[in-house]
């Protein structure tokens, strides 16, 4: 799911995600990856199939 999509799910800005998932990231609960979030326990060798979900 990309910022785009999250901000219009829940009706806020894509800054606002953005924000929000750069503060997730610093405490270790997601990672960014290119096309969008993941969660920290569904990455590692599942990366590449979570950053390209959308």
Same mark, same amino acid.
């Given at each position: 799911?990309?910022?785009?999509?999250?901000?219009?799910?829940?009706?806020?800005?894509?800054? #606002?995600?953005?924000?929000?998932?750069?503060?997730?990231?610093?405490?270790?609960?997601?990672?960014?990856?290119?096309?969008?979030?993941?969660?920290? #326990?569904?990455?590692?060798?599942?990366?590449?199939?979570?950053?390209?979900?959308?």
């Amino acid at each position: 799911m990309s910022v785009t999509d999250l901000a219009g799910r829940y009706g806020v800005t894509p800054e #606002t995600i953005r924000r929000d998932l750069d503060a997730l990231a610093v405490r270790g609960l997601l990672s960014r990856v290119h096309g969008g979030p993941c969660l920290s #326990t569904s990455c590692g060798w599942r990366r590449r199939r979570c950053g390209s979900a959308r």
